[in-house]
């Protein structure tokens, strides 16, 4: 069986990175916008339960769950928004939320 | 009080006045002239006492500093102020007085009386004024106090036209003025009279642009050759007005402002001073005789006048030789302001006199000014005719009234100095008489030729009382030998003929007004027509030529030569200033402005965007690609 190495792990960790960045950049629907940032934050604690398990430490797991916990208050309050946002403008799409120029 | 505060209170009691009127009685006209005339009493009686005291006192505060730079407001109160002081309150009186009749039933009397009290205040600022800023001050202010009366009926086009003629003209006049005090201020390090006389008579080297450029002042306000031409129009005011300023102190400013600055007097400044004010006589003596309004001859005669003493100042001084025992002195007597400030004296209470008459006619005739539509008015206004005539008299220089003493004064000063001044100012003599014979003939004798002037009638006591005051002060202000001894410093300096050119003098001026007086009695005839128009059409038109000559010109230059340097200037601003550099600025700005609100479209994925944009700069900037 092949053991990855730890720049495989660190190459797919920056995949997904960029694959959340740019659904961020292009896509229009803020829930698909949101899906990319919560994808961004998950690719930079990949990198960091890889650094964790390759130097033998603790550290980066320990910071992987306080991450996970306050990510998991995040997408509650960020869902809540687009909710909130949904019942007043009936729509989430980012192209027609242009309140602060109109 | 001492002397200072009584100068204080004569300088701001005609403020104080102007000021109650104009914040409280606007609409309140009787109450107005009370308080004017009550200023005017009193400013007379103060000036009378502070003169006649003889205490003379000098006196200054710091107004303002600017680094080494300071201006003081002070009083200089010595003869020449205290004689002028006099002339100012005394026919300010009376023409206070004449103006309660005359301007009985005018609208806006408030605003009249006010105009009257702020002229006095002005005018005693000048004559206090111990510096020239000072002076220059007060100088604009009189100006501004003759454009406002001046513009008092400014519901007639000519008399607004006129007011901005005048001030317009002495705008020019002021702005040589200024220029000499600061060429002064500049030179000398000071502007304060005494300092001056000091510094000059310590050595210092006068440059004569110095008192040309001051002299322009004068030619503004004395209205000499080539600034002449607002006096005339300027009578469209209220006759009143034109008597206390437009012929007794305003115009007479310019020569007291003259005499003020004697000490910077250098010769070839005071040849061109001569030759201007004998000009200025000899035009206005030539253009006062095709007249027919009876208030432009008389301010054609005022030009004249100032004329002469324009030339008497400029005759200068005089050596003379006083005997003391053995050893004669030589010395220099500044002989020319003593004739000028003499003239000065006796011209303002007899021009104010004949104005004030002239005001009664113009007043008994219904506001006629044309002395072909009167005649006959000898019987009908027996003592405007009588303290008239002491008028005539008086300027003709009819001996033992005050004209004759002044008149011969300067004569002889001319004959002595220049023979050429002396011919021209014994021909304008000749001149004066001739046409004040024809106004004083065509105006009074004779038979009635209108309606208004056969039903002429004598004003009230408020307009005969101060006549009769002038008639007075004409008769006897030529002994300047019974004057109270407090204008001793003036006074002595007046050139007196002695023996053989005393003779050569007396002969002379009598020789000219009996041949003008003379020639104008019998040549005018009491008809409706100008005699002078029928017999010698082409003289006259020539004279009439003479006298628009001057408004010609300027109109010619102002339309032809300002207005399209004006033009071009203006066409150069719209091209340049504002074309190029203001918009242009202003199309620079906008642009950015442009570009800036484009960065603002309101989508959040192009803020994203500019979001990563930034943070890839920012990460340049920490790996130090920068």
Redesign the interface.
């Known amino acids: 069986m092949i053991t990855p190495t730890l720049n495989a792990y660190l190459v797919l960790s920056g995949l997904l990175f960029s694959i959340g960045f740019f659904g961020v950049l292009i896509r229009k629907n803020t829930l698909v916008i949101f899906m990319g940032l919560e994808l961004m934050l998950v690719a930079s604690t990949l990198a960091l339960v890889a650094f964790s398990r390759y130097n033998g430490t603790m550290d980066g797991n320990v910071f992987v769950f306080f991450i996970l916990t306050v990510a998991a208050a995040e997408v509650a309050v960020g869902l809540a928004i687009i909710v909130a946002l949904f019942r007043k403008r009936q729509t989430i799409q980012v192209d027609q939320l242009d309140g602060l120029k109109n | 009080m001492t002397l200072l505060q009584h100068a204080l209170v004569v300088l701001l009691l005609p403020l104080v006045s102007a000021t109650i009127i104009a914040l409280f009685l606007r609409r309140a006209g009787n109450w107005a002239a009370g308080i004017s005339v009550l200023a005017a009493t009193a400013i007379a009686a103060i000036a009378l006492i502070l003169a006649l005291h003889g205490g003379r006192f000098e006196s200054s505060w710091e107004w303002l500093r600017l680094g080494e730079f300071s201006l003081s407001l002070g009083i200089k109160f010595d003869d020449l102020a205290a004689l002028m002081l006099v002339i100012v309150g005394i026919v300010g009186l009376c023409v206070h007085v004449f103006s309660l009749g005359y301007m009985h039933d005018d609208a806006a009397k408030a605003r009249f009386f006010g105009g009257l009290s702020i002229f006095m205040f002005s005018m005693i600022g000048i004559v206090f004024a111990d510096n020239l800023f000072m002076m220059f001050i007060f100088w604009e202010l009189v100006g501004f106090s003759s454009w406002l009366l001046i513009n008092h009926w400014h519901e007639k086009k000519s008399a607004a036209d006129a007011s901005k003629k005048a001030f317009i003209v002495n705008r020019v006049g002021d702005f040589g003025f200024l220029l000499g005090i600061i060429a002064c201020y500049y030179a000398f390090g000071t502007v304060n009279l005494t300092e001056l006389a000091t510094r000059v008579e310590g050595g210092a080297v006068v440059a004569s642009s110095i008192p040309l450029l001051l002299f322009c002042g004068a030619v503004g306000k004395s209205a000499q050759l080539p600034l002449q031409v607002w006096l005339p129009d300027a009578m469209e005011g209220p006759t009143p007005v034109s008597a206390l300023i437009h012929a007794a102190t305003m115009v007479a400013a310019g020569i007291y402002m003259l005499c003020r600055i004697n000490v910077l007097m250098v010769p070839e400044a005071l040849t061109v001073i001569m030759w201007v004010g004998t000009a200025t006589a000899l035009y206005a003596a030539l253009c006062a005789i095709v007249q027919s309004d009876i208030k432009k001859v008389l301010a054609y005669s005022t030009l004249s006048q100032l004329g002469y003493m324009v030339a008497a100042f400029g005759l200068g001084s005089l050596a003379t030789k006083h005997e003391m025992g053995a050893t004669t002195h030589e010395m220099l007597i500044a002989t020319g302001v003593g004739a000028a400030m003499f003239h000065l004296t006796t011209h303002a209470f007899f021009k104010a006199l004949m104005f004030l008459g002239s005001g009664s006619v113009i007043h008994g005739c219904h506001h006629e000014q044309d002395i072909f539509k009167m005649g006959g008015l000898r019987t009908r206004m027996p003592l405007t005719f009588w303290t008239f005539t002491i008028g005539v008299a008086a300027i003709m220089g009819m001996p033992f009234l005050a004209g004759f003493f002044s008149k011969d004064a300067i004569l002889y000063l001319a004959m002595t100095k220049s023979t050429p001044v002396f011919i021209v100012l014994a021909f304008t003599a000749i001149l004066t008489a001739f046409y004040m014979v024809r106004l004083w003939k065509i105006t009074f004798l004779g038979t009635p030729r209108t309606h208004e002037a056969d039903h002429a009638h004598e004003g009230g006591f408020t307009l005969t009382m101060p006549l009769i005051v002038l008639a007075v002060l004409s008769l006897v202000g030529g002994y300047t030998a019974y004057y109270p001894k407090v204008f001793t410093q003036v006074f002595e300096l007046i050139p007196e003929a002695h023996d053989s050119a005393h003779t050569v003098i007396l002969i002379t001026s009598l020789t000219v007004m009996i041949v003008g007086a003379v020639s104008a009695f019998f040549l005018y005839q009491c008809s409706p027509n100008d005699t002078l128009a029928q017999k010698a059409p082409g003289l006259f038109n020539a004279l009439g030529a003479l006298r628009n000559s001057f408004d010609v010109a300027y109109d010619y230059y102002v339309a032809k030569i300002q207005q399209r340097f004006a033009m071009l200037l203006n066409f150069l601003e719209q091209i340049f200033l504002a074309g190029l550099i203001v918009r242009g600025f202003s199309g620079v700005v906008g642009l950015f402005g442009m570009g800036a609100r484009a960065l603002?479209?309101?989508?959040?994925?192009v803020y994203?965007?500019w979001f990563?944009g930034g943070v890839v700069i920012l990460w340049l900037f920490v790996t130090g690609v920068f």
């Not at chain 2, 603002?600 to 994925?605: D, M, N």
Request: proline residues 0%; glycine residues 12%.
């Open positions: 603002h479209v309101g989508k959040l994925s994203l965007y990563f």
